[in-house]
Nanobody
Framework: QVQLVESGGGLVQPGESLRLSCAAS????????IGWFRQAPGKEREGVAC???????YLSESVKGRFTLSRDNAKKAVYLQMDSLKPEDTDIYYC???????????????????????WGQGTPVTVSS
């Protein structure tokens, strides 16, 4: 059974940092791309940062230069380091696994939510002074 558990969210002031973690189980972690998405009630879901099985990353323009994505296959975890946080980063952040195994020849990561079939419960991030 595929499970994704997010942690690390919280309340911070603008300019501060948070590190989100996504712990995975129930599948061969090293074979799959993982993504971080965010969505507030009533808003569209946004693909924030995604990483392929080989470590190729995609970052949305809204977070590029501020967020960093990494994975640790030994620990079956993906980490989203969020620096220089802004009030507009306030959202619920979800970790997701791609529907299908990544092929090794992938040269880019996708953050299209339709490519992801398994989702965690989310962790809230609030950036406010």
């Amino acid at each position: 059974q595929v499970q994704l558990v997010e942690s690390g969210g919280g309340l911070v002031q603008p300019g501060e940092s948070l590190r989100l973690s996504c712990a995975a189980s129930g599948f061969t972690f090293r074979d799959y791309g993982i993504g971080w998405f965010r969505q507030a009630p009533g808003k569209e879901r946004e693909g924030v940062a995604c990483i392929t099985r080989t470590g190729i990353t995609y970052l949305s323009e809204s977070v590029k230069g501020r967020f960093t994505l990494s994975r640790d296959n030994a620990k079956k975890a993906v980490y989203l380091q969020m620096d220089s946080l802004k009030p507009e980063d306030t959202d619920i952040y979800y970790c997701a696994r791609k529907t299908n195994r990544d092929i090794l020849a992938l040269t880019s990561a996708t953050c299209a939510s339709a490519a992801y079939a398994y989702w965690g419960q989310g962790t809230p991030v609030t950036v406010s002074s």
